[in-house]
């Protein structure tokens, strides 16, 4: 059964939401995410091997600790959203978003009739098993459900703004990695920050999908100040948990082994 969706509540409340990327198959390291005090948890199946069984148990963890679980998905497939809606997925966030049909057809998929075109199982996991009356599931999800679209090459950076007006897109994610390799921009933090202010300003004069944009992200390492004021309204937040135990468990082999030439 659907709860309240946790960065939606902050976003309508003015506050910035953050989540903490999950690519390992352990529900544990979601509940951590979710002790440690993030909002979300950010489970990619689009650069890990995470299928769906492991995905639904992965949103049973964020429920627990009660966060956020938005999944980004391999692709635009509308059979692949609908597992992971049935399964609890409370955001769904598609990668390389280029064109506002293509954004169309997404909110087709992650929303039910009138607003879309969603399949209908009255017997799913996120609606309890059957256990939620149809209509109020049906309310609940077209109410709690994120849609996040990632702009993050030049054609849609071009189409943006048409992108940004589609009717049940809630969230525009402008990923700098993949950006940055299109326009040919790899570590020219000077040129990006340009760039993302005139998305911003861009996404505010539309006034309908809000802005999000990872902090610390080695591509482009926007600070928590610079987030704030470009608007943006929900963070992943860097360096990813496979990173951090990279760094910590070399940090550590590194002054063992200095200790012992010593």
Same mark, same amino acid.
């Given at each position: 059964?659907?709860?309240?969706?946790?960065?939606?509540?902050?976003?309508?409340?003015?506050?910035?939401?953050?989540?903490?990327?999950?690519?390992?198959?352990?529900?544990?390291?979601?509940?951590?995410?979710?002790?440690?005090?993030?909002?979300?948890?950010?489970?990619?199946?689009?650069?890990?091997?995470?299928?769906?069984?492991?995905?639904?148990?992965?949103?049973?963890?964020?429920?627990?600790?009660?966060?956020?679980?938005?999944?980004?998905?391999?692709?635009?497939?509308?059979?692949?959203?609908?597992?992971?809606?049935?399964?609890?997925?409370? /955001?769904?966030?598609?990668?390389?978003?280029?064109?506002?049909?293509?954004a169309?057809?997404?909110?087709?998929?992650?929303?039910?009739?009138?607003?879309?075109?969603?399949?209908?199982? /009255?017997?799913?996991?996120?609606?309890?098993?059957?256990?939620?009356?149809?209509?109020?599931?049906?309310?609940?999800?077209?109410?709690?459900?994120?849609?996040?679209?990632?702009c993050? $090459?030049?054609?849609?950076?071009?189409?943006?703004?048409?992108?940004?007006?589609?009717?049940?897109?809630?969230?525009?994610?402008?990923?700098?990695? $993949?950006?940055?390799?299109?326009?040919?921009?790899?570590?020219?933090?000077?040129?990006?920050?340009?760039?993302?202010? $005139?998305?911003?300003?861009?996404?505010?004069?539309?006034?309908?999908?809000?802005?999000?944009?990872p902090? /610390?992200?080695?591509?482009?390492?926007?600070?928590?100040?610079?987030?704030?004021?470009?608007?943006?309204?929900?963070?992943?937040?860097?360096?990813?948990?496979?990173?951090?135990?990279?760094?910590?468990?070399?940090d550590?082999?590194?002054?063992?082994?200095?200790q012992?030439?010593?």
């Amino acid at each position: 059964m659907l709860r309240e969706n946790r960065v939606k509540r902050m976003m309508k409340e003015g506050k910035v939401a953050l989540g903490g990327h999950i690519s390992f198959t352990d529900p544990a390291l979601v509940e951590i995410l979710g002790f440690a005090g993030l909002d979300a948890a950010f489970i990619d199946m689009e650069h890990t091997t995470l299928d769906a069984q492991t995905v639904e148990n992965l949103i049973r963890a964020a429920e627990l600790v009660g966060i956020t679980p938005i999944v980004r998905v391999p692709d635009h497939n509308e059979k692949t959203i609908l597992r992971l809606l049935e399964a609890g997925a409370q /955001g769904i966030q598609a990668p390389h978003v280029q064109t506002p049909e293509e954004a169309r057809e997404l909110v087709k998929a992650v929303r039910y009739a009138p607003l879309g075109e969603r399949g209908a199982a /009255g017997g799913s996991r996120a609606a309890g098993y059957g256990s939620v009356p149809w209509a109020e599931h049906v309310r609940r999800s077209n109410e709690e459900v994120l849609l996040l679209a990632m702009c993050e $090459d030049k054609r849609g950076l071009d189409n943006l703004d048409a992108i940004a007006s589609v009717d049940g897109v809630d969230i525009v994610v402008v990923a700098p990695t $993949d950006l940055s390799e299109s326009l040919g921009l790899r570590g020219q933090f000077d040129a990006l920050r340009r760039i993302y202010r $005139d998305i911003a300003a861009r996404m505010s004069r539309i006034g309908k999908a809000k802005l999000s944009v990872p902090l /610390g992200h080695p591509a482009m390492p926007f600070t928590a100040s610079e987030l704030k004021a470009l608007g943006v309204v929900y963070a992943s937040v860097h360096p990813s948990m496979a990173a951090r135990l990279i760094k910590s468990f070399s940090d550590d082999v590194t002054h063992i082994r200095q200790q012992m030439v010593g």
